[in-house]
């Protein structure tokens, strides 16, 4: 599939998506794109409608968004039945909140929920970048007490999306902090950056599992993390990527889905823990 958009490149969705005439012309371009390249349909990762990305959107993008994916809906149904349109979505209630998911789903295949990142080392305390529960325990107040995945589905789910159209995301990856206090075991307490090979503060899964450093596992937030005394790194382990398949199976969700192929190792741990924990 072609996926058009992202973080870096979200930025121009909102003007794309303003009138009849800019959505007609913005899904024909990528329709025909996705005709030359033989692809079997599109993705739309608009980070985020009606809130905030790199930048910040209007109000007016929740009825442009679902305007957008129905012009899409329409130019691949043109083409030929059965060609696939979908998305990547916010998964913090303050990106879900703003959009109208009850009216955008009924164009769409299936949505994938980027059930990570809701933690990261730009907040200088450590936290669960992709817990499946919320935890009592966490300090985060506001919004940010609904940043994890069951939250985050849940509000899918009583917005009117069916469970089998939603997909659970998981990151290959992890983020973290250095400079970490050893109180539990350095969850929750105050940190800085800690040195990633792409950017401060974010490690493939493939470079941490060789740190040998002890695991800790959240019982409450179904969550895991590695920490040495100093740095601190929440990332999801091979074990605990299979207790998320079993709620993916639980609560009849579509499936599951990944950021991205070169976190994992060469043998595929990762990928082979998702795969196996779906059957």
Known sequence: MLSIGGWTWSNNFAAAASTATTRSTFAKSAVTLMKDWGFDGIDIDWEYPAACGLGCGTPADRDNFTALLAEFRRQLDAVRPGLLLTVAV???IDKIRPTNPAAYHRHLDFINVMTYDFHGAWAGIT?????LFHSPADPSTGDAALYNSNDAIEAYLQRGVPAAKLNLGVGFYGRGWTGVARTNNGLYQSGRPAAGKYEAGIEDWKVLKNLGWPVYTDPLAQATWLYDGNTF????????LGRKMAYV???????????EFSGDDAQG???NSVSSGLK
Not at 233 to 240: C, G, Q, R
Not at 249 to 259: D, I, S, T, V
């Open 249 to 259: 199976k639980a609560q009849g969700l579509g499936g599951a889905f990944f950021w």
């Open 233 to 240: 790194w929440s990332v999801d382990t091979p074990e605990m």
């Open 269 to 271: 741990t990762l990928v």
């Open 90 to 92: 916010g998964a913090g």
């Open 127 to 131: 936290n669960h970048h992709t817990a």
